[in-house]
């Protein structure tokens, strides 16, 4: 036990030797380069740049939502297809789901 301590102390203290003469070292790896300055001015164009160039593509638009789908969001704010049926003020843990094929189906949550 007591090797185990010497031998302990003995590589602390190497390793701390190392670490001094380690930070007297100059850095190896240089300082960058100061930055350009930046300039306050628009760039220019050419003398053979057209003044004004096409126009940008519109954006692409939605599809209008039904009658039924706006209604049916309203009810389903977070969009995963289940909404408390009319009526029930949240107190059952049943809810109805929105089948694919215009029926309701119960589901538990």
Known sequence: MVLGVVAASLMAGAGLLYWQTAANQDAAIPAPPP????????????????????????????????????????YDRNRDELFPPPG??????????????????????
Do not use: M, Y
């Open 88 to 109: 029930n003020d949240g107190q059952s843990n049943q809810c109805v789901q929105s089948g694919g094929s215009g029926r309701q189906q119960s589901a538990d949550i």
């Open 35 to 74: 930055p350009e300055p930046l300039s306050d001015t628009l760039p220019e164009a050419g003398a053979g740049a057209p003044a004004f160039g096409p126009a940008p593509p519109t954006p692409p638009e939605a599809p209008k939502a039904s009658r039924e789908e706006v209604r049916f969001n309203r």
